[in-house]
């Protein structure tokens, strides 16, 4: 329990979300969540597996007059790093300079973080508070993907309190131009292999047609 909070999922299942819930029929259910496994306040080796294969997130933040905010980060897979149970962070690299993500947190630390795998038609969802980090370079270099071409002006440390996963209801299959790359690489390498397998039997029969009768026959 944290604060004034009995379940994890009480961070997103406000007393005003449950009331909505109750009218609309599906507050049961959750209700049998929250006292069953629930929601988990920590990252297990399941969801370290999910987050280090990520290229692509979407950080949530929201400023002190309630305007929310998306940014999206992307990387090589890795580039969203667990540090421990509770705590992710990434190298936050020079973009447009707009830095509204940051003046958000200043204001308010509360932030979201949406992953989702479109080719395994996975999502996950994480709430916590985050902050951004500008004095610490050897945080910043440990961040840094190795031989990624971008330029990493400071990091930003996420906490989990929360995270949930969500049923693949609605998720387009789709896929990363590298994956799709190398399976076309693995299907034409299979099909040459075929090929040269086909020809070097077709080139056996022709050998054992092109044998004159009598030695054919003196073979058997």
Same mark, same amino acid.
């Given at each position: &329990?944290?604060? @004034?909070?009995?379940?994890?999922? @009480? /961070?997103?299942?406000?007393?005003?979300?449950?009331?909505? #819930?109750?009218?609309?029929?599906?507050?049961?259910?959750?209700?049998? &969540?929250?006292?069953? %496994?629930?929601?988990?306040?920590?990252?297990?080796?399941?969801?370290?597996?999910?987050? *280090?294969?990520?290229t692509s997130i979407f950080l949530g933040t929201v400023n002190a007059d309630? #305007?929310?905010?998306?940014?999206?980060?992307?990387?090589?897979?890795?580039f969203l790093r667990v540090l421990d149970e509770r705590t992710l962070a990434?190298? @936050?690299?020079?973009?447009?300079?707009?830095?509204?993500?940051?003046?958000?947190?200043?204001? /308010?630390?509360?932030?979201?973080?949406?992953?989702?795998?479109?080719? %395994?038609?996975?999502?996950?969802?994480? +709430?916590?508070?985050?902050?951004?980090?500008?004095?610490?370079?050897?945080?910043?270099?440990? $961040?840094m993907p190795e031989g990624y071409k971008a330029r990493p002006e400071q990091?930003?440390?996420?906490?989990?309190? *929360? +995270?949930?996963?969500?049923?693949? #209801?609605?998720?387009?299959?789709?896929?990363?131009?590298?994956?799709?790359?190398?399976?076309?690489?693995? %299907? @034409?390498?299979?099909?040459?292999? $075929?090929?040269?397998?086909?020809?070097?039997?077709?080139? %056996?029969?022709?050998?054992?047609?092109? #044998?004159?009768?009598? +030695?054919?026959?003196?073979?058997?």
């Open positions: &329990m944290t604060g @004034d909070r009995t379940y994890p999922s @009480d /961070i997103a299942f406000t007393p005003a979300v449950k009331a909505i #819930q109750e009218r609309k029929g599906s507050r049961e259910s959750y209700a049998r &969540m929250e006292a069953g %496994r629930g929601w988990s306040t920590a990252i297990t080796p399941d969801l370290a597996e999910f987050i *280090a294969a990520q309630g #305007q929310p905010y998306i940014q999206h980060r992307g990387g090589p897979p890795g990434f190298a @936050d690299y020079r973009g447009n300079r707009q830095y509204i993500s940051q003046g958000n947190l200043a204001e /308010i630390p509360k932030a979201f973080l949406f992953l989702i795998d479109y080719a %395994r038609r996975q999502r996950i969802k994480l +709430w916590g508070e985050s902050r951004v980090v500008e004095d610490d370079p050897d945080l910043v270099r440990s $961040l990091a930003i440390v996420f906490t989990v309190s *929360a +995270w949930d996963a969500n049923c693949p #209801q609605h998720i387009p299959q789709r896929f990363e131009a590298a994956d799709v790359a190398a399976a076309i690489e693995e %299907r @034409d390498r299979k099909i040459a292999e $075929l090929t040269r397998r086909l020809e070097d039997l077709e080139r %056996r029969a022709e050998g054992l047609v092109c #044998q004159p009768l009598e +030695w054919r026959r003196a073979s058997q």
